[in-house]
C-alpha cells in the first residue's frame, strides 16, 4: 500500500521558536494533502488542506499565519509552526489524497510536538 | 468540526468476543470510512463503505451503513488482545468542492483482554 512518512516523529522546542515538520509520500504523488491535529484522548481535527502548487485551504478557526503550510511538490508537504506556545503542544498527522477516483487517505505516523 | 458522535467512547470485551462500535453523522455523505489507530501512532484504514452500500465485509470486520438513519456500525468479530486500539468513523462530503477531506467521529477505544 501506499506508504506516508512524517519528520521528525517528535519535537521538543521552547517557547517563541518555530518548528518545521514534513509530510513525504514516498512512493506515489499526492495532488492533496491534509494536516490534522490531535490532543491527548480526543479525534483527529483538520486543520488545513493542502494541495500542491496552490496556497492551502484553512479550516475555521485555524490561523494560517500561525500554521504555514507549503506544499511544493508532488511528494512533499511542509507544516511550520510559527512562534509556538505550550497549548500548541499536540499531535500532528497528515494524510496523503493522491489516486484519482480513490477516497482512501494514507496516513503519516504522526509528529508529537511539545512546546515548553 | 466533528462530524458526529460515536458509541460507546470506550469498550473493554474478553478475548474471542466480539465488538461493536456505533457511529452517528449529520450531513449527507459520498461515503464512510473506519480508522484504528494505536496509540501514538497514526491511522490505519480498515474498510470504506459508499453511500449506496448497506453492509460490507472485511476479513472479521463487517460494516453497516443506514443513510436514513445516518449512521453506521463496526463489528469485530472474535477480538484478539491485538485489536486493542482506538477506533475512527470518518466521513466524506457531498457536493461539489468537496475535496475528499474527511470529517472524523469522536472515537471509541477499544481494549481486549487476553
Known amino acids: 500500500g501506499a506508504v506516508v512518512s512524517q519528520h521528525p516523529s517528535w519535537v521538543i522546542c521552547k517557547s517563541g521558536t518555530s518548528v518545521k515538520i514534513e509530510c513525504r509520500s514516498l512512493d506515489f504523488q499526492a495532488t492533496t494533502m491534509f494536516w490534522y491535529r490531535q490532543f491527548p484522548k480526543q479525534s483527529l481535527m483538520l486543520m488545513a488542506t493542502s494541495n500542491e502548487g496552490s496556497k492551502a485551504t484553512y479550516e475555521q478557526g485555524v490561523e494560517k499565519d500561525k500554521f504555514l503550510i507549503n506544499h511544493a511538490s508532488l511528494t512533499l508537504s511542509t507544516l511550520t509552526v510559527t512562534s509556538a506556545h505550550p497549548e500548541d503542544s499536540s499531535f500532528y498527522i497528515c494524510s496523503a489524497h493522491g489516486l484519482a477516483g480513490v477516497s482512501e487517505q494514507y496516513f503519516g505516523p504522526g509528529t508529537r510536538l511539545t512546546v515548553t | 468540526s466533528q462530524q458526529g458522535e460515536e458509541d460507546p467512547q470506550a469498550l473493554s470485551i474478553q478475548e474471542g468476543e466480539n465488538a461493536t462500535m456505533n457511529c452517528s453523522y449529520k450531513?449527507?455523505?459520498?461515503?464512510l470510512q473506519w480508522y484504528r489507530q494505536n496509540s501514538g501512532r497514526g491511522l490505519v484504514h480498515l474498510i470504506l463503505?459508499?453511500?449506496?452500500?448497506r453492509e460490507k465485509h472485511s476479513g472479521r470486520l463487517r460494516v453497516t451503513l443506514d443513510t436514513s438513519k445516518k449512521s453506521s456500525s463496526l463489528l469485530i468479530t472474535a477480538s484478539r488482545a491485538a485489536d486493542t486500539a482506538s477506533y475512527f468513523c470518518a466521513t466524506v462530503g457531498h457536493g461539489s468542492g468537496n475535496t475528499g477531506k474527511l470529517i472524523f467521529g469522536q472515537g471509541t477505544t477499544l481494549q481486549v483482554k487476553p
Open positions: 463503505i459508499r453511500s449506496n452500500e
Open positions: 450531513t449527507s455523505i459520498n461515503n
